[in-house]
């Protein structure tokens, strides 16, 4: 069974920085595209970016875009989010997520992220 677990968040000021990691275990993922999504207070959970395990090729929205950067380590099982010049907007809990095929099977418990002005 697949198992990802979220660590590195925390309280950060606005232009401060943070790297979230993503540990994956249960099976190989070289199949897979691992995804960062975010969900604020109130609000729907949103994607922010994703990466292929195999190629390394990755995808952000447009609001993250140059400020964060998606990355795996193939030997830890590990999927990093890379977040600099934080915003309180970036305020939210972050999960991580895992695709093989057409949906988002696997999900992380996610893990806070507050960003103060």
């Known amino acids: 069974q697949v198992q990802l677990v979220e660590s590195g968040g925390g309280l950060v000021q606005a232009g401060g920085s943070l790297r979230l990691s993503c540990a994956a275990s249960?099976?190989?993922?070289?199949?897979?595209?691992m995804g960062w999504f975010r969900q604020a207070p109130g609000k729907e959970r949103d994607f922010v970016a994703r990466?292929?395990?195999?190629?390394?090729?990755?995808y952000y929205a447009n609001s993250v875009q140059g400020r964060f950067t998606v990355s795996r380590d193939n030997a830890k099982n590990t999927v990093y989010l890379q977040m600099n010049s934080l915003k309180p907007e970036d305020t939210a809990v972050y999960y991580c997520?895992?695709?093989?095929?057409?949906?988002?099977?696997?999900w992380g418990q996610g893990t806070q992220v507050t960003v103060s002005s």
């Open positions: 990466i292929n395990w195999s190629s390394g090729s990755t």
């Open positions: 249960g099976r190989t993922f070289s199949s897979y595209t």
């Open positions: 997520a895992a695709r093989s095929g057409s949906g988002w099977s696997t």
